[in-house]
């Protein structure tokens, strides 16, 4: 019995250190079950159940089989930045926020969401202050807080 305990205990240990990173994963999925391969081509498709998979921990889904092949060969380039939460929210306030998964920018060949509701786009927030200084600064607050619930 001490043996099982022991090893469900190390399984847990295991487990958190290998997700070190706390992903947005409302609806379950990395970008609320948006194609994270079709953003790169600057499209906000939603994935279907049928052409899904899990890397990181963290499941995705797909447009197409086709899109989930390319995520497939190269997940970490398909990624969402800061763990799929705000870019615009990590970089002033350092705070995870939520996102809509249709308010989205490829920058430096990586994926960036936003939070777009009501009034408050902050994709067009990002892009009137320097993108170039908010992504410095939300690289630099992530690494703070990715870890933190």
């Known amino acids: ?23 947005n994963i409302k609806k379950g999925y990395a970008a609320h079950g948006y194609d994270v391969v079709a953003y790169f081509d600057d499209h ?37 930045q800061y763990g799929g939460y705000c870019a615009y929210a990590i970089a002033v306030s ?17 994926l960036y969401l936003f939070y777009n509701k009501g009034k408050t786009n902050t994709l067009e927030l990002w892009k009137k202050a320097s993108p170039e200084r908010l992504q410095s600064e939300a690289d630099a607050n992530w690494e703070k807080i990715k870890s933190k619930k």
């Open 1 to 23: 019995m001490k043996k099982i305990v022991f090893l469900s205990f190390m399984f847990l240990g295991i487990f958190s250190y290998a997700q070190s990173i706390d992903y």
């Open 44 to 80: 906000a498709l939603e994935g279907q159940t049928a052409y899904s998979t899990t890397f990181d921990g963290v499941d995705y889904k797909f447009s197409s089989k086709e899109n989930l092949d390319k995520f497939l060969t190269n997940p970490e380039k398909y990624t969402p």
């Open 94 to 110: 350092g705070k995870k926020v939520g996102i809509n998964p249709e308010t989205f920018e490829i920058r430096d060949d990586k």
